[in-house]
């Protein structure tokens, strides 16, 4: 499928009136392309004078299937606590029903937007073009800033849980300096994989995300086997303990979180405007069926849901089969932190060469090689969240909810805008059929998540105005850019 030199629509799309909630325009009647507003960085991505046109779209169907699965989730580790804090019930209820209004919505936008505008950056170019440059460079930013804290955390997770189990693989306790070492070793190695370009890192998260799934399979069966004598019990009523329900709302919204980051790298996605909507729906499903069925094979295991907390799964993976599964999945925990990280980088460099190339920071940034990789941008990213990861910002998290949730925001808004102002642009596909059905997708992530930060800034307000002041510097940013920087208007 080839693109117009001047149109974000697939060339040889002919448009229809969608129906119903989700669906696609796949009429290939005759060509058409029509004019989108597009930015100048878009259309004419900067590369290195020296280097050869850039290679075919390198990720397929199932290789945007693995990034979205670590860019959103990596597995069920991490909802031990919302379990624990909650119980059975309604820890499953919130597992079932998050999907529902907030990750259903937000897949469903950014596969209507996607398609429309696949372009480098995402999301910074669907709130530009909607919106206007000032919001779509808050969107860049905020989104940028959100990384630092973010990103930093997976490489930390994963020295932790290597200083867990390093007695149980040498007989010896993990060294300062050697958890230090292996932290950094894990973001460097990332940068190498994701500087080979988007196929191999492609490739990599689905050979990971095989690695970090089979040994739940091994659990689920073993868990129905040797099912607890009173494994009902763990569906009793438990209670609640004051901001429960804000802490375990916030943990699931975190892990269903990030479907839109899969847009930054969309010129390198085949097919985009069938691609997106495929692969996030895909996704979503394989995400949710990698949350609800190990929840109820421990539930099965142990129902005492006063057990249930960080990295309980390998506890439970020990009364499932032994030490051996155990010890597979607190390994495969480890790689599946480090394949979000390097799955997430893919993203996170699109975003300072899109800010560069608008001119808001050095225009270095924004240059390529032959593979479509950054690698300025690459390695100044690397830089950062080592810094970063050495820092301990982890605490810094209600911040880093904050950023996401203003940028998301944004996100919608744009959604809305475009369908205002292009109604009858072509879209591959829409996410909502009416206006009133679009608004209420929009409405329904947007009310989740207010609540989530709501019950943050109660829980943590100090930080809550570190986000709040990190928000603020966007606009000081955005003038301070306008007057000094080549500032090029989408």
């Given amino acids: 499928m080839k693109y117009g030199p ?19 325009d796949t009429g290939l009647a005759y060509p058409v392309c029509i004019a989108l507003p597009l930015p100048t960085s878009a259309s004419a991505p900067a590369r290195d004078s020296s280097s050869p046109p850039p290679a075919r779209a390198a990720i397929g169907f199932w290789g945007l299937v693995a990034l979205t699965f670590f860019t959103v989730s990596g597995g ?8 624990g804090g909650v119980g059975a019930v309604a820890g499953l209820a919130l597992i079932l029903l998050t999907p529902v209004f907030w990750s259903l919505p937000t897949a469903l936008a950014v596969g209507e937007m996607s398609a429309m505008y696949p372009l480098r950056g995402g999301y910074f170019h669907w709130v530009r073009i909607a919106l206007g440059d000032f919001w779509g460079f808050l969107e860049g930013w905020w989104s940028w800033m959100f990384t630092f804290v973010d990103m930093a955390l997976y490489p930390v997770l994963c020295g932790d849980i290597l200083a867990q189990i390093w007695p149980l ?17 894990f973001i460097w190695l990332a940068a190498l994989i994701n500087a080979a370009g988007a ?20 659990f689920i069966l073993a868990a129905w086997l040797r099912a607890h004598p009173h494994a009902g ?30 847009a930054t790298f969309a010129p390198q996605v085949r097919c985009p405007g069938r691609t997106y909507p495929r692969a996030l729906l895909a996704t ?42 155990s010890l597979t999945m607190a390994i495969t925990a480890v790689l599946s932190a480090w394949a979000q990280y390097t799955s997430q980088v893919l993203y996170v460099m699109q975003l300072p060469v899109e800010l560069a190339a608008a001119g808001f920071l050095p225009q270095i940034l924004a240059r390529t090689d032959a593979r479509e ?63 009133p059905g679009l608004v209420l997708l929009c409405l329904s992530p947007l009310l989740m998540g207010g ?32 007057r000094r920087a080549k500032f090029i208007p989408a």
């Avoid at 196929?199 to 091994?218: D, H, K, Q």
């Avoid at 949710?288 to 539930?299: I, S």
């Avoid at 849901?305 to 799964?313: H, Q, R």
Wanted: hydrophobic share 60%.
């Fill in 169 to 185: 693989l040498t007989g010896h306790v993990l060294a300062p300096a050697a958890r230090i070492g292996f932290i950094l070793g």
């Fill in 76 to 83: 069920a580790y991490g909802l031990e606590p919302v379990i």
């Fill in 6 to 24: 001047s149109c974000a629509i697939p060339c040889g799309y002919q448009p229809r009136v969608n129906r119903g909630l989700g669906t696609w």
């Fill in 284 to 325: 979503l499903a394989l995400i949710v069926v990698a949350y609800v069925v190990p929840v109820l094979a421990g539930l099965h295991l142990n129902p005492v849901t006063a057990d249930w907390s960080d990295g309980y799964f390998v506890r439970l993976g020990a009364l499932a089969w032994g030490p051996w599964l």
């Fill in 451 to 482: 609540i989530s930060v709501y019950f943050s800034a109660r829980h943590s307000p100090a930080f809550a105005a570190i986000g709040v002041a990190l928000l603020g510097t966007g606009p000081v940013w955005y003038f301070l850019a306008r």
């Fill in 199 to 218: 196929r191999w890192v492609a490739s990599y998260s689905l050979f990971a995300m095989a690695l970090v799934l089979a040994p739940f399979v091994a």
């Fill in 373 to 435: 990789v950054p690698w300025r941008a690459l390695w100044l990213s690397t830089v950062l969240y080592s810094l970063f990861a050495l820092a301990s910002f982890g605490r810094l998290l209600v911040a880093d909810l904050l950023l996401y949730f203003a940028g998301l925001s944004l996100e919608f808004l744009a959604l809305l805008a475009l369908r205002r102002n292009l109604p009858h642009a072509p879209r591959p596909f829409r996410a909502a059929r009416t206006w």
């Fill in 233 to 262: 019990a763990g569906f009793a009523p438990v209670k609640i303990v004051q901001g429960g329900w804000g802490l375990a709302l916030a943990a699931v919204l975190w892990n269903y979180t990030g479907w839109d980051n899969v």
